[in-house]
């Protein structure tokens, strides 16, 4: 049928080719057309492959430029051309090509996610909800952006979460994910407890609608950046919350796997040389509202605090008791653990 | 309406009419399957609207782009090696140019290959009156990528009305002899060869299997008629409930018989390799395929040439396709219902010629 789609576009360029659409989609809806039928009207008139996701009813259905049924789903593209085929709800027709729409597309799109609905009401009654096994119910699927909003959704119920609940995603050490319900009335997050008494290093990312999952994800992955093994070699947090990061993030994004480190970083480096008790040291310092506070930490007198201290300033190169060389340190510090795990790295 | 009250003694000729007629009164013409419909507007015909004698004779015959078919899709994209060839006509008659398709990978040397290839000798469609010998190559070639490879031959065949009746079917047959005769040279399994036509070239195909029974000339393995165009008299219940519907009616029809037989069409006097619907005898023909849509002017006249297949105790398959109009697979090819039409053909095909 790619040779009805090029004729549509050789005879009718423009607009006569969109009213040939409506014709079309017309008479599908005249004769109760099934989705099938529709979603492969969608491709063959707009000469390229189409899809259908709805998750509340458990349907996805795709169809390439010839017409044919897929038998397996492949996953789509976040710049496909898609129209919404119940507004406001998880219901989509995708065409799969990237956009803009040209006039032809464009009237495919409005023209079949209409006819779609019109289906789609008259046969919810027939669907029934599927179980787990319908499909891979993967945590991945969640966290996909790639993926669309409906399938994620759909992953989602089958995890036992309704769109309406909210949940943050968790990025392990190991690079699993993990996806964990926020209970309405807790301010407390339940999982941070576990997983510090598991042990493992974790990044923890900001509650979220489910189907904001992705993004919940990539601010997870960038707490998990800054958490450090806890050891003289690596000392800090092992457990870091991306609501706590602020501005850090943004410090994050600038770090990758090829950026050189500053000379603060390189000067940190070289003091951590210097004195195994170094790292550790200035993590506690830094960690702390007060010296004494540190030094209660680290369980050591004030006094031998304040040897290491100057030892530390002298090798730094700049001073630690002044709020900005506070600042300093603390930069330097996290701009270590961003060098030390850089994007797609797993710690540990 | 002019059809003949029915007859229980009826000929054979006459079975498939009058059986239909004595089922009760005619109702109104089948509903359009929803999808084929929906595609046959789409290409900016109406449902309701057939050709005009004035566009068969003008407008489709000079070469709209319905009607062309470019050398990128002959080829398949250079899958297929296609060539002209002239050969020799009908004693008196000009030579007639063949179509030959074969896959590329089989294109060298075709009389020195390790394998034979089955064959399909294809007779295009068009009324009688138009079309040419590129039409209708892609769905053999679809063939030979699902059976494992085939030699396609497409016969440009004399039109009417310029070339009347018996031209187009005695070209038809000519490029048949010279096939058979050159299946060595052609790399073709003289056993496998499969003749078979769409429209008026299913007409034609079932002429050539009469013509070459009756002259002695070559077994083929099958005839494929596809939608075939049998009865010059064009009155069947369908031809008549069909008035007006589809992109074949009866008036189309009519210009079409008209064209190949003039004054004959319709009288006594018309040949069976003209009408082969008008044969006697339809006994120790080789086994057919029959198609057809349920909404469209040769639903009937196909039904009761398979039908009188059977009876003359001759091997046929008949499929009538709900709400298939006239040449529904090729128009809106995506169709779920041309979708299976197409598989059912090839397997018959696979059936009849494959290894």
Redesign the interface.
């Known amino acids: 049928?790619k040779?009805?789609a090029g004729?549509?576009v050789?005879?009718d360029p423009d607009a006569a080719a969109a009213v040939?659409?409506i014709?079309?989609?017309d008479?599908?809806v005249?004769?109760?057309?099934g989705l099938?039928?529709i979603v492969?009207?969608a491709?063959?008139?707009s000469g390229c492959p189409a899809r259908l996701d709805d998750a509340s009813r458990h349907i996805h259905l795709e169809v390439d430029s010839?017409?044919?049924r897929r038998d397996r789903p492949t996953p789509p593209r976040p710049e496909w051309m898609r129209a919404p085929v119940v507004p406001g709800a998880d219901s989509t027709l995708w065409l799969e090509r990237a956009g803009p729409p040209n006039a032809v597309d464009a009237m495919v799109l409005e023209r079949a996610a209409a006819a779609a609905r019109g289906a789609l009401e008259r046969t919810s009654g027939r669907t029934r909800p599927s179980g787990p096994a319908d499909g891979p119910a993967a945590v991945e699927v969640l966290i996909d952006g790639s993926l669309p909003e409906s399938v994620r959704v759909r992953a989602a119920a089958q995890l036992g979460l309704g769109a309406a609940s909210r949940a943050r995603a968790i990025a392990l050490e190991d690079g699993k994910a993990v996806i964990r319900a926020v209970a309405e009335a807790a301010d407390e997050d339940p999982t941070a407890g576990d997983l510090r008494e598991g042990g493992r290093r974790a990044g923890i990312g900001p509650a979220v609608a489910v189907a904001d999952l992705p993004s919940s994800w990539a601010a997870a992955q960038t707490a998990l950046r800054l958490t450090a093994e806890g050891t003289a070699r690596d000392p800090g947090p092992r457990v870091v919350h991306a609501d706590d990061l602020g501005g850090l993030a943004v410090l994050a994004s600038a770090v990758g796997p090829d950026t050189r480190p500053v000379p603060d970083v390189l000067a940190l480096e070289r003091a951590a040389q210097a004195a195994g008790w170094m790292l550790q040291t200035l993590d506690a310092v830094a960690a702390s509202p007060s010296m004494r506070a540190a030094a209660a930490a680290l369980t050591m007198h004030h006094s031998t605090l304040q040897d290491r201290f100057a030892q530390a300033e002298r090798l730094l190169g700049w001073s630690l008791h002044d709020p900005q060389g506070r600042l300093r340190l603390q930069l330097a510090l996290a701009l270590r653990r961003l060098h030390r795990n850089p994007p797609g790295h797993r710690p540990g | 309406m002019t059809i003949a009250p029915a007859d229980r003694d009826a000929t054979p000729d006459e079975a498939g009419r009058a059986a239909t007629v004595s089922a009760g009164a005619v109702g109104p013409p089948p509903p359009f399957d929803?999808?084929l419909?929906?595609?046959l507007?789409?290409?900016?015909f109406s449902v309701d609207a057939p050709f005009s004698a004035e566009d068969l004779l003008t407008q489709t015959r000079s070469g709209a782009?319905?009607f062309t078919v470019p050398d990128e899709v002959l080829t398949g994209n250079g899958a297929f090696a296609v060539e002209d060839r002239l050969v020799p006509g009908p004693p008196g008659a000009p030579e007639v140019s063949l179509l030959i398709s074969r896959p590329a990978k089989d294109a060298a040397a075709p009389a020195a290959a390790d394998r034979l290839l089955p064959a399909v000798y294809f007779m295009h469609g068009g009324g009688m009156i138009i079309g040419n010998n590129r039409l209708g190559i892609s769905e053999i070639q679809e063939w030979s990528r699902e059976l494992g490879g085939l030699v396609g031959i497409s016969v440009e065949y004399r039109l009417a009305p310029e070339n009347p009746h018996p031209a187009p079917v005695e070209d038809c047959y000519a490029g048949l002899l010279w096939t058979v005769e050159h299946a060595d040279e052609l790399g073709i399994d003289p056993n496998r060869i499969v003749i078979a036509g769409t429209s008026a070239g299913g007409g034609l195909c079932a002429a050539v299997a009469l013509l070459a029974r009756d002259r002695g000339g070559p077994t083929v393995a099958g005839q494929l008629l596809m939608c075939p165009m049998l009865d010059d008299r064009n009155d069947t219940v369908s031809a008549v409930q069909m008035a007006g519907r589809g992109v074949w009616d009866r008036a189309a029809n009519e210009v079409g018989w008209r064209s190949l037989l003039g004054d004959l069409r319709g009288g006594p006097d018309v040949s069976p390799y003209a009408a082969p619907a008008r044969a006697e005898d339809l006994s120790n023909l080789p086994p057919a395929f029959v198609d057809v849509g349920s909404a469209e002017t040769f639903r009937d006249e196909d039904v009761a040439y398979a039908s009188r297949i059977w009876r003359a105790g001759g091997q046929a398959e008949l499929h009538v396709w709900p709400g298939g109009f006239h040449g529904f697979d090729g128009l809106?090819?995506?169709?779920?219902l041309s979708?299976q039409a197409r598989a059912a053909r090839l397997a018959w095909l696979r059936r009849i010629i494959a290894d």
């Open positions: 049928m040779e009805l004729r549509l050789a005879l040939r659409v014709a079309y989609f008479r599908l005249e004769g109760r057309a099938e039928t492969r009207g491709a063959v008139l010839e017409g044919t | 929803v999808e419909a929906a595609g507007e789409a290409f900016g782009a319905l809106a090819p995506h169709a779920t979708r």
